[in-house]
């Protein structure tokens, strides 16, 4: 990792403002998952003015005052591209002045970020791309059902992002393996059931409600618990470390129950675990790099602490890798 960057739009939602037009209040959104507000989107904004915003942050953060340094490459995590054809990782390249590099998405939704960057890893390794920008954006209250109180008091919107470069493995900011895996027998857990080929090859016009994010919050719940629990210790027994050995955690900001939970699952005590949900609420791929940034910004995360990284989300699916923290700008 040699530069990173994040973004959150400008507009806030309190707990207040929900407690508004939803039947719930502060306490209770409070007590189930740690949120007091969160950022989304102005009308007319997508994910990628999100994805820009960051990118050009972590390439500034990579290469100096005008980030010239650049990218080969860049991958977009994301659930919520602009447009379901073409990706959006290739109009974010043509507006941070890298044209003609290479560029794709990475749908993996909660876990997407973990994904793109094994694939930013693996395109460097391969002597593809000696720089890549990898980047988690989501616009996720544009698939919200607004009166939904399980899931619109929960999700939001941000981008974070992530210069990789070539290096030695032996460096500070040298990832680990990253380990993923699947499980696509309970894909229906955690979906938007309309929109894709399987509804449009059916002919009939989708629910209003199936056009939305739907998550069976108790299974999901358990499934997160379980997997990220397994997979950081699969990640951290590579990096030939003990659960103690690790500083810090920067887990999927999934709601502040799940992150106890793992934390007892993990043995590892509350004050290791980074968080931001407080502020930024569940921001799907953008999660872990944005809790990066602001973690960086903050000195929550410091230079030479052994970070481990962990995610779960909808495929299902879910990964985990292990970095030493870099000496990084600001």
Not at 218 to 224: D, E, M, P, S
Not at 240 to 253: C, F, Y
């Amino acid at each position: 990792m040699a530069g990173l960057g994040g973004w959150v739009p400008p507009r806030q939602v309190t707990n207040a403002d929900l407690s508004a037009r939803l039947d719930t209040s502060d306490s209770w959104i409070r007590s189930r998952t740690g949120i007091a507000t969160r950022h989304v989107v102005a009308p007319g904004d997508a994910t990628s003015d999100l994805a820009v915003e960051a990118g050009r942050l972590a390439l500034k953060s990579a290469g100096g005052a005008d980030g010239e340094d650049g990218a080969d490459a860049v991958v977009l995590a994301t659930t919520t591209p602009d447009r379901p054809c073409p990706a959006t990782a290739p109009e974010v390249a043509d507006r941070l002045g890298l044209g003609g590099s290479a560029a794709f998405d990475v749908s993996a939704v909660c876990t997407g970020f973990l994904y793109a960057l094994a694939a930013g890893q693996g395109l460097i390794a391969a002597g593809t791309a000696e720089r890549v920008l990898v980047i988690g954006a989501d616009a996720f209250t544009t698939i919200i059902d607004p009166q939904d109180r399980g899931t619109a008091v929960i999700f939001a919107d941000g981008a974070g992002a992530v210069v990789l470069r070539a290096g030695r493995p032996d460096e500070p900011g040298a990832l680990g393996r990253v380990f993923l895996g699947s499980d696509g027998s309970r894909s229906q857990l955690i979906q938007v059931p309309a929109g894709g080929s399987r509804q449009r090859s059916t002919g009939v016009p989708a629910r209003e409600r199936d056009t939305y994010f739907q998550m069976s919050g108790q299974q999901t719940f358990r499934q997160a618990v379980e997997r990220m629990s397994a997979v950081s210790r699969q990640a951290v027994d590579s990096a030939g470390w003990k659960l103690a050995d690790v500083d810090r955690i920067a887990a999927h900001q999934a709601n502040a129950r799940i992150l106890g939970a793992v934390g007892e699952e993990l043995g590892v005590p509350e004050e290791r675990f980074l968080s931001n949900i407080e502020h930024v609420g569940n921001t799907g791929a953008a999660s872990i790099p944005l809790l990066l940034h602001h973690s960086h910004a903050d000195r929550s995360l410091g230079t030479g602490d052994r970070l481990l990284l962990t995610a779960f989300g909808a495929g299902l699916a879910w990964g985990a890798t292990t970095v030493v923290w870099p000496d990084l700008p600001g």
